[in-house]
């Protein structure tokens, strides 16, 4: 059997190494999907759905003066990695109406900063507040990378005196299937900035009976395909949850 000599053995690894980076780059080339969750005016969701990155370029405003005026943007296009989550919006866009137009400003040095997606504005006391995975990060959209399979979530909310704090973000978990006229147990979390869990008492969700316990849990019966979301106040609503009934799922 041939012998395999240091100097063939570091060959090989470095080749192992190229062609990892190769594959890598061609990957990120092609970008990946991650699931696009945003939240606007009034609690109404303005989209929940799966989205291909790419780099997208978007015109800034000189209207988007949400942190004061004299802050809006220069009007100028710029280009935003598809890898971030504002590159994700940004992404969608494009493609969904009520997400358009994209109010953002490039006047600040920490990066670009978001005054409004569509009819959803920031004023007041109200701003666009960023959570991947349930967790907020300490940088601007346009900076904060995502990765394949990732959780983004845009959510227009207010911060009150005296201590500023966002709104937890709710999380509804449950059976995909159920028997019509059958109840089925529920579970809600509310999730505060840092990603940290804990039960979502009194809580609201679609078809239960009433609403969630101190454990956060309540029983749901339908009748037909629904999709469930829980809803509390002054909290993030939950991403809606299928539930097929009857062998039909929910459009």
Not at 50 to 77: I, L, R, Y
Not at 133 to 153: F, M, Q, R, T, Y
Not at 179 to 196: H, I, N, Q, T
């Amino acid at each position: 059997m041939p012998r395999i000599t240091p100097f063939r053995l570091a060959a090989v690894c470095a080749l192992a190494v190229i062609l990892s980076l190769a594959l890598a780059v061609g990957a990120s080339a092609k970008g990946f999907k991650a699931e696009l969750r945003v939240v606007g005016s009034g609690s109404k969701v303005l989209a929940e759905k799966p989205v291909a990155t790419a780099s997208t370029s978007v015109k800034t405003s000189p209207k988007a003066e949400c942190f004061g005026k004299g802050s809006g943007g220069s009007g100028d296009p710029v280009t935003i990695k598809g890898n971030t989550a504002m590159g994700l919006l940004a992404r969608a866009s494009k493609s969904t109406p009520v997400l358009s137009p994209l109010s953002i400003s490039d006047s600040f040095d920490f990066g670009l900063a978001l005054c409004g997606i569509g009819k959803s504005v920031a004023k007041g006391s109200s701003s666009w507040y960023l959570k991947i995975n349930h967790k907020s990060l300490p940088v601007s959209g346009d900076a904060a990378v995502i990765h394949p399979g990732d959780e983004v979530l845009w959510t227009l909310a207010k911060t009150e005196a005296p201590d500023y704090k966002y709104p937890e973000e709710l999380v509804l978990t449950g059976p995909n299937t159920a028997k019509p006229g059958v109840p089925f147990a529920v579970r809600v979390l509310s999730y505060d900035e840092k990603g940290k869990s804990k039960p979502a008492g009194g809580v609201k969700v679609t078809g239960a009976s009433a609403p969630t316990d101190a454990g956060g849990r309540t029983t749901v019966t339908l009748a037909k395909p629904a999709k469930l979301i829980a809803t509390g106040a002054g909290e993030i609503p939950s991403a809606r949850e299928p539930v097929c009934v009857g062998g039909k799922c929910p459009r």
